[in-house]
Every structure is written in structure tokens, then in C-alpha cells.
């Protein structure tokens, strides 16, 4: 089994018109195709921003190496 995950989870929030991006976890396929395992490392408290699965790659959206 392959334990690289295939998401990135972030979330996005806006200020000032611009968006900060935070990773806050990563998700895995269940085998049997009904879902995600997500492994949340933090979980936002402000409600209006998104929650992003982004897929899984050596770099994140904002640059920084994983």
C-alpha cells in the first residue's frame, strides 16, 4: 500500500483582498472507494472560509516544500 497521500488539505481565508492559505491536514482514498481518511493536523474556528482538497504534489499552492 502506498502511504503517500493523495490530498493536501487547506484552507483559504481572505483579508484585505488577499487569500492566506494554511495546510491543515492530508487524505487517503478508502480502499473501497466510499470516501477519505483525513488525518487534521488543525481545524479552523472561523466560519465563511473554504476547505480545500488540493492533489498531492512536492510543492504547495504558496510554494513551500512538503
Same mark, same amino acid.
Given at each position: 500500500?502506498?502511504?503517500?497521500? @493523495?490530498?493536501?488539505?487547506?484552507? /483559504?481565508?481572505? @483579508?484585505?483582498?488577499?487569500?492566506?492559505?494554511?495546510?491543515?491536514?492530508?487524505?487517503?482514498?478508502?480502499?473501497?472507494?466510499?470516501? &477519505?481518511? =483525513?488525518? =487534521?493536523? &488543525?481545524?479552523? #474556528? @472561523? /466560519?465563511?472560509?473554504?476547505? &480545500? =482538497? =488540493?492533489?498531492?504534489?512536492?510543492?504547495? #499552492?504558496?510554494?513551500?516544500? #512538503?
Amino acid at each position: 500500500m502506498n502511504n503517500k497521500p @493523495s490530498f493536501v488539505i487547506k484552507h /483559504a481565508r481572505e @483579508s484585505g483582498g488577499k487569500k492566506f492559505w494554511t495546510r491543515i491536514g492530508v487524505a487517503w482514498p478508502i480502499r473501497t472507494g466510499g470516501g &477519505y481518511r =483525513l488525518q =487534521l493536523d &488543525y481545524i479552523p #474556528t @472561523s /466560519a465563511g472560509n473554504d476547505i &480545500y =482538497l =488540493l492533489p498531492w504534489e512536492n510543492k504547495t #499552492t504558496d510554494g513551500e516544500e #512538503t
